[in-house]
Every structure is written in C-alpha cells, then in structure tokens.
C-alpha cells in the first residue's frame, strides 16, 4: 500500500511539472527599443509581441524553446529552465544588430537605412501640372460651395438688391448644405496632405525606416496629419523635416496600435 502512495505521489509531481503556465517577460535595450517584438515559443509554436515597455505574457514548460526576433536585434534563442518556471519571471538583454541594419538592401531603392540621407536622396514626384503646365481643373466640392454661397450669373451688378449673397445661399445655410459642402472641401484638402506626404517616400521608407507595417502605412498617413497644432510647426514641403516629424510620431502611432488590439481582444 505504501509502495502504491509512494507511485502515485512521484506520477503527480511529474505531471504537475508538464504543466505549461504563464511566465511574465520582460526586453532590455539601451535605447528601449523593445516595442513590437515577436517572441515566439517554438516547442509550442505560439507566439506573442512585447508591450511599449517591452513587457510580454507567454505559456511555458520547462524545457520549452523561446526564440526572441526583431529587425533591429540579434535573434535570441532559450530554454525554459526550472528556475526560469519556477520563478514565473524572465528578463533578456536585446543586442542591437548593427552590422546586419548597415548592409541591408531595402528592395531596389537604393536606401541606406540612414534616415537624413535617404531623405535627401529620395525623389520628389513632381507632375507638370504644379509647375504651372496647365491650370489644374477646380475640384468639383470647390464648385459646389461657389454655387450654394454665390449670388447667380443673372443677378450680379443688379442694383435693387440690398443682399451680397443670393437667396439660394441664405436657405442653403439655413438648411445645413452649406456646412456639410465646406466640410466636404475640408475632407478634400485633408485628402490631398494625405497624398502629397505619401508621394514624397517609397514605402521602404515607412517599413524600414519608421519601421510601420506595409498594411498601416495609409492609416499611419492619416494619422499623424490630424493633429493640426503640432502640424504648425512642420515645413511639409521640406522632405527632411516631415521625416524627421514621422520619425517623432511613430512610437506614439504604435502605443496606440497596442491599446486598440488589446480592447479588441478584451471585447
């Protein structure tokens, strides 16, 4: 009897020590670049990405292989120890990898990876019409507005009118149209930053440099046109300094990234 309680003693603490449980990590580097990391664990081939601080959550076994992996570090490979189970608690230090960042070809672009280089060199898109080859067309919500504000063709320089503006204009604002046809010019000229700051990089710029994934470059765009008080201080039609703006942003553009797919998530 004693001999069947001594076996089923040493079965349980063996399969308690199988038992996979979640382990708190956390990345180090000297320049706290440690947000968006991939940490995989490859005995159980799931996978999770590190927090703004650098912090993850991941289920282990002892015995169980973790590969660390970023673009801007050495890929790091461990094993889950009995201390590191134990413990509940692992922190890595993340080698920058300079070697490989200084020899790495960006597609066919000829980037350097050097940020105030690459913008200089890269080519600004210039079409005739800016230069003043043929006057660009008015945008039809620019046409809209003159309409619903104007006073019409047939009653300009009539006398007897006491009005600057036409009738159809004062019902117009009254109803509403016209606001929704200025926010409608405003959509456009929104569209139209939009366009000319993606003009100025190829998107090897955004993924390599900024380090924003190809899928989030238009959003990113979009994003960092809206705060207009920041924006006063930008030249936007100087290259260097709109990058060096990006550049500023793309922390904060991430952060946010993690915030949202952690309430997804939750919901």
């Not at 703004?52 to 094993?79: P, S």
């Not at 503006?165 to 569209?191: F, P, W």
Request: net charge positive; aromatic share 8%.
């Amino acid at each position: 009897m004693r001999l069947f309680f001594a076996l089923m003693f040493v079965c349980s603490t063996v399969l308690n020590g199988q038992e996979s449980r979640e382990i708190t990590g956390r990345l180090l580097n000297v320049n706290d670049d440690v947000a968006q990391v991939t940490v995989v664990n490859l005995t159980r081939k799931k996978g999770t990405i590190t927090s703004v601080n650098g912090t993850f959550k991941i289920k282990v076994r002892e015995g169980d292989i973790l590969m660390i992996k970023a673009l801007q570090f050495k890929t790091e490979q461990l094993t889950v120890t009995n201390k590191i189970y134990d413990s509940g608690f692992i922190e890595v230090f993340m080698t920058p990898d300079v070697s490989e960042l200084e020899t790495v070809q960006l597609s066919n672009n000829g980037l350097s990876g050097n940020i105030k280089k690459d913008a200089k060199e890269v080519k600004l898109v210039v079409r005739p019409k800016a230069l003043g080859a043929k006057r660009e067309p008015i945008a039809v919500e620019y046409r809209r507005l003159h309409t619903a504000t104007s006073r019409p063709p047939d009653q300009v320089g009539r006398q007897n009118l006491r009005l600057d503006v036409s009738l159809d204009g004062i019902l117009n604002k009254i109803s509403g149209k016209t606001k929704r046809l200025k926010k409608a010019v405003e959509i456009m000229e929104y569209q139209k930053k939009v366009d000319q700051l993606r003009s100025y990089y190829a998107d090897a710029v955004f993924t390599s440099s900024l380090r924003i994934p190809e899928e989030y470059i238009d959003d990113f765009t979009f994003w960092v046109l809206k705060d207009e008080e920041q924006l006063r201080d930008v030249d936007l039609k100087n290259k260097l300094s709109t990058l060096e703006y990006l550049l500023s942003m793309q922390k904060e553009y991430k952060s946010l990234l993690l915030t949202q797919d952690a309430q997804l998530k939750g919901n």
